[in-house]
């Protein structure tokens, strides 16, 4: 960023078009930062204006008022006042939407007043001719007292005459308040405000006031003469109220000469569709098959490119380690960095898949529709109605899910679906399943028909949605944070989605996925690496041991491999901690063995199965788990002298996976969405505790 790049921000009501005109303006020169202390996004891109002038151009979240009912709100009102800091805009891009464009300009008024350089761009104007709508610009222009620019943000129409227009309203540096509103409504009061400070507008000032939000460069004796106004609270509330009546009968006067609306000539394609997609029957019929859709690609077309981005690092990895002299380095590199590197990017195609989803639906209109289908069962247990596709995509992984729940924009509503969407039954959690059912569930039919397995498989999903959903009834409950229940249900109209703002929704998810999350998750999975590769010295001799143990045994050369890993990973540090843990877990019916699987599949659930085939020094193929079965079947407690893998023991570990988070790439996401550690740890501690005495129970009630 140099020094004379203009900044400029983004501001308007929701759905009007910002992010469409931020792209088209910035194109991939986009970043996506953080607010500090708060959990919303911040994208800031560089626009060539010209071609000597740049601009930083910041997409604020949408607001409806200056006024904040919401965090997202706040963040703009922070950023307009916080004149002294480097932040704050040189000029304001107002986008409006020409279909709503007397609601829009209540903000624009608000902003005018502000007394900052303001562009007020109109956008999708490509519906003027349908909707019947004629602006007489050169008018509007003169009485609103701003630059206006036309544009069709989608059709890529007008962009280049807001490059220009900024740069002129830069260049200006005018800028006067609208009707300045306050003033009319008690002069004498508005007098007294103006003068405390010669260096805010007096809108700021008020603004100050009402929203008792005060800029860092305000000096403590005007802050206290700011803080007098508050006294009388009634007058200030009364003063608010006629502010808003004021401004609306001004815009009203206003629009009448320079806005038509022709009504013959709307077309209602929208009441059509929408008695289609809200519907007491269909409307849920098509959302549960649109569900099963998005299901269905996640689970099912994901898995080709995640094979290959799996089998490509494995084969880097061994090409790499068959390439470099052995030792520690090359260790590190092909053992932990690599595939560390492969475990991060084999989210890509699940993540890419599901955020095309999201945007086209939330692009298309078709998305508030589903909140209105079912936001009134989801508010019930504190969630919202688009918390239905984090809960369903998080049969399949956890990690799309909760990045998903980023289009909930009640902060206490997300927060719940994040904290209860590891509950449901993602994928990992299969092969666990797979292999303790078959080994403790008799492969027989109930009722004739009904197989018993598949039975106890589909209960362990029930589980994970009942769960979710109760936890969900108990967090609404107990969370204490404060939300405006102001809530808009508006219905935008329905429209092709944008091949372009799809692409960059899913670039921009994924690219946050990876550098964010995807440094803890490396991190993490080397620390595990580590452990389950190093030791003290009972570590450094167990090659030595092994060999001269079985020497007389005549194993062959894969065996005595599969034996010496064993040896290894008992005397590694994770083996030491597996042993340490065994008199907490043994009341859940495990041994130290399973200490170490427990500790080892944080990683992911599904390393619970390679890591027991390790200690029992089998091989462990993904496809084939039939010797590792084996051995688990045939593996005998020494207390009891009876099989280890029984009935009490297989479904109390079975309840441990369903219950507890065990998964990294899960705690990194939800330190990613949450900005912070404290709600991934509450989350983790929580769900290991419940897992812990579920599990306890169960092993009790059952042997
Ligand atoms: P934001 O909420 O203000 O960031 O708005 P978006 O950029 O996400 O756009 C909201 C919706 O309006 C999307 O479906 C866009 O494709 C659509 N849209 C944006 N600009 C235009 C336009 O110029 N014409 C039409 N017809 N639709 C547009
Ligand atoms: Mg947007």
């Not at 203009?6 to 759905?15: Q, R």
């Amino acid at each position: 960023m140099s020094k004379n790049d203009i900044k400029v921000a983004l501001i308007g009501n929701p759905n009007t078009g910002k992010t469409s005109l931020f792209n088209q303006l910035t194109g991939l020169n986009q970043k996506v930062g953080n607010y500090p202390g708060i959990t919303v996004d911040k994208k800031e891109g560089v626009s060539k204006l010209s071609s000597t002038q740049n601009a930083i151009i910041t997409d604020l979240p949408g607001t409806y008022s200056i006024n904040p009912t919401s965090l997202d709100e706040s963040i703009v009102l922070k950023t307009l006042l916080k004149k002294d800091i480097k932040e704050s805009p040189d000029v304001i891009l107002v986008v409006a939407d020409v279909e709503n464009l007397k609601r829009n300009l209540l903000l624009f008024s608000q902003i005018k007043d502000l007394e900052i350089p303001t562009v007020l761009a109109i956008n999708m104007v490509d519906q003027m001719d349908r909707k019947g709508i004629t602006i007489d610009v050169s008018l509007l222009q003169k009485e609103l007292n701003t630059e206006i620019v036309l544009i069709s943000a989608r059709k890529n129409e007008g962009i280049q005459e807001v490059k220009e227009a900024i740069i002129r309203c830069h260049v200006a540096a005018k800028a006067s308040p609208l009707c300045g509103i306050n003033h009319k409504i008690d002069p004498d009061y508005f007098d007294a405000l103006k003068v405390i400070s010669p260096n805010y507008s007096l809108y700021e000032l008020w603004l100050m006031v009402t929203q008792n939000n005060y800029p860092d460069s305000i000096t403590k004796e005007e802050k206290d003469k700011l803080v007098a106004f508050k006294k009388d609270i009634s007058k200030l509330k009364r003063y608010q109220h006629k502010e808003t009546i004021y401004r609306y009968q001004e815009i009203n006067k206003i629009l009448k000469k320079t806005y038509i609306v022709d009504k013959t000539k709307a077309k209602d394609l929208r009441s059509k569709l929408d008695k289609v997609f809200t519907h007491k029957i269909f409307g849920y019929v098509f959302f549960v098959f649109l569900l099963l859709l998005i299901f269905q690609s996640i689970f099912d077309w994901a898995s080709f490119p995640m094979d290959l981005i799996d089998g490509t690092f494995a084969e880097f990895s061994s090409y790499v380690k068959s390439n470099l002299p052995s030792g520690i380095f090359t260790d590190l590199l092909t053992e932990g960095i690599i595939p560390g590197i492969g475990g991060v990017l084999i989210f890509i195609p699940q993540i890419a898949i599901l955020f095309m989803f999201i945007a086209v639906l939330e692009e298309t209109g078709y998305m508030s529709r589903v909140v209105f289908l079912m936001d009134k069962i989801m508010r019930r247990f504190g969630m919202n109605g688009k918390s239905v596709i984090p809960l369903i995509s998080g049969t399949a992984c956890a990690i799309p899910a909760i990045m998903a729940t980023r289009t909930i924009s009640s902060w206490k509503e997300r927060l719940i679906t994040i904290l209860v969407t590891p509950f449901t039954t993602c994928s990992a959690r299969l092969p666990v399943y797979a292999i303790l059912i078959a080994l403790i569930i008799p492969d027989t039919k109930i009722f004739g028909f009904l197989n018993l397995q598949g039975l106890v498989l589909l209960s362990l999903y029930a589980l994970g949605f009942a769960t979710a959903i109760i936890a969900a009834y108990i967090l609404q409950k107990t969370l204490k944070i404060k939300t405006k229940s102001f809530f808009v249900v508006e219905m935008p109209n329905y429209k092709l989605p944008s091949v372009k703002n799809v692409f960059f929704e899913v670039v921009e998810k994924t690219k946050s996925f990876v550098f964010e999350a995807g440094k803890i998750i490396l991190a993490l999975s080397i620390v595990l690496w580590f452990l389950a590769s190093n030791g003290p010295s009972s570590f450094d001799n167990a090659e030595k041991n092994t060999i001269e143990n079985v020497a007389n045994q005549n194993l062959s050369d894969d065996e005595l491999q599969q034996k010496i890993a064993s040896a290894q990973l008992e005397n590694s540090y994770i083996g030491i901690l597996g042993k340490t843990i065994e008199p907490t877990i043994k009341p859940l019916g495990y041994d130290w063995k399973i200490g170490i699987a427990l500790i080892t599949s944080f990683a992911a659930r599904e390393v619970f199965v390679g890591t027991l085939a390790t200690i029992y020094s089998v091989e462990a193929d993904d496809e084939d788990t039939s010797t590792i079965k084996q051995k688990m079947a045939s593996e005998i407690n020494p207390d009891t002298g009876k099989n280890r893998f029984n009935f009490p023991v297989g479904m109390s570990l079975m309840v441990f996976y369903a219950f507890a988070m065990q998964c990294m790439a899960t705690l990194a996401i939800v330190k990613r969405e949450t900005k912070s550690w404290k709600w991934p740890l509450i989350q983790m501690f929580g769900m290991a505790l419940l897992a812990y005495v579920s599990s306890l129970i169960t092993f009790q009630i059952l042997s």
